[in-house]
């Protein structure tokens, strides 16, 4: 361990089962069924077309420009983890590259979200990983810490808590608490039921025509 990156006590992670119910559901659809909260602002993207991920938030807090503490989280990644990077909305140097998400990847992460910059878009994109940036630049980052993993984070206005749940697509990013899980799943099936009646309205009315 790197003596200035502070590491949080042992967190609960939701069970693999509990993240994938809410693998059927878009982040619009979980907005709507969570009051529209806890929904990441929009400057937060994906950076390839396509991206889309579920995971058990593993919080990462930096400082502006520099991914020590990135580094030292690959020590803690778990199957399903999803990295949530406070690099303090700086979009000066990029945090995350494609090394870093090649390794992402390799441990069993499903995703990162990064306030901050990432680069090395083109090959991330063939790779397949899915990554949520504030910004895209080319410049690298320093490596020089401090920062702190598995203590709660900000991602886009929202505060991200080790083991909340993410979801991710070309929409946006919404963090779910483990403790409010049941609760968003069962509204977010009656937010798409109730989509799923008024498209077939919008059928029947096209019908009649």
């Not at 009051?35 to 396509?50: C, S």
């Not at 949530?84 to 990162?112: E, V």
């Not at 899980?181 to 498209?199: I, P, R």
């Amino acid at each position: 361990m790197t003596d200035n990156i502070r590491i949080a006590a042992t967190w609960q992670r939701p069970a693999p089962e509990l993240l994938e119910r809410f693998r059927v559901h878009s982040v619009a659809n979980l907005g709507d069924a969570f009051g529209r909260l806890n929904i990441v602002d929009g400057g937060i993207a994906p950076i390839w077309t396509g991206a889309y991920a579920v995971g058990s938030a593993l919080p990462v807090l930096t400082v502006a420009g520099d991914n020590l503490a990135v580094i030292e989280a690959l020590d803690h990644i778990q199957p399903g983890d999803f990295l949530a990077i406070n690099a303090g909305g700086f979009d000066g140097r990029a945090i995350l590259g494609d090394n870093l998400a090649q390794r992402f990847d390799l441990f069993g992460a499903t995703g990162a979200i990064v306030d901050g910059a990432a680069r090395d878009k083109a090959i991330i994109e063939r790779l397949g990983f899915p990554v949520f940036a504030r910004a895209v630049n080319p410049a690298g980052p320093w490596k020089n810490g401090p920062g702190v993993i598995g203590e709660p984070v900000a991602i886009g206005g929202v505060v991200v808590n080790a083991g909340d749940i993410i979801v991710a697509d070309e929409d946006g990013v919404i963090v779910i608490p483990q403790a409010r899980a049941e609760e968003v799943l069962a509204a977010a099936d009656a937010v798409v039921a109730l989509e799923a009646e008024k498209d077939a309205e919008v059928e029947a009315a096209k019908a009649a025509r």
